[in-house]
């Protein structure tokens, strides 16, 4: 904990700093309405939205769009509310940052576990703290959810305590669709130590490959008996004014690498950059980390990069820990991670900025 303690209140008052610089300006400059209303939201704009008004009033009232965010940020938010002043929204910010704050100590622990390097850990926790996307994790978002769920479950894998990956990864399921890729690590735990474990092990380690996808299957199946439609939220994400279909990555970043050379929706082709880095840091953890940290990564590539629209790419990639375990590696040199978490450190700035702005979506 006194590892995270220092980024995660340096990040935080970084991201504060900037809500408050755009406010200001909107207010003296007179932006316009999208931003005028995205400066106003702050830490609650874009999905948080969803996830306060879930928190406030359950999912009546939101329409078939709102069942694509899953429950656990709203649930335990809305258990805050017990404690007298707190808003829906407040909760949800609490909640989110919470669970920040444990998911940058668990990540130190889970590298110092598997590496033995403490030096290596400081760096990974620094880095997932002031990540180019990193302003959601102050703001309410499920994404921090995620990233804790994910990590104790790994740390329950590699350590072969099944009953904590089964709770964490169950959990996960329950957070957000993507918590379902657990499985994939999961398994390969269970059949690479499958003949060293005894049988109440296996059955355990079994367990934990189902976790998630159970999770999920549970609130599918509370939207199947109020809604009628135990797919509805994963449909509604793969909408096109979502997700998207399912379509070739290929033909996707090329699409956004041309707009990025022609200066045609700059917004979106810049997705095509973070596409190529992630891919060339999925190679490096295959080749230097645990086989199931490295195709944990691709199942996540797989399943961001076949969307037919790539927003959101930088946040489900800082979400995936082994990316942020991989720049902890490659960083040693200490000059190396000062100008790494420096470009880092700016380009958090210039997300913040342009979210804050109305003119980026996370």
Sequence with gaps: MRASL?????????VLAILGGVRLATSIFGLGAAAQHASHAGLLAWDASWYERIAANGYAGLGQQGLRFFPLLPVLARSLRAIPGLTAGTSVIIVANLASLLAFAVLWRLVVFELGDEACARRAVWLVAFGAPAFVFVMGYADPLLLLTSLVAFLGFRQRRYGIAVFAAFLSGLCRPVGMLLAVPAAIELGANWFSLSRRERAMAATSVLAAPVGAATYLTWVQVVFGNFWLPLREQLSLANRGAITDPILTIGRDVSDLFHGTHLGVGEHAFWAVLLVLLALYILWKLPASYGWYAVATLVVVLTASNLASLERYGLGCFPFVV????????RKTFKIVLGLSGLLLILFSVLSFLGLYVP
């Design 6 to 14: 220092l980024p995660f209140l340096a990040s935080r008052a970084l």
């Design 326 to 333: 991989a720049g902890g590696l490659l960083t040693e040199n």
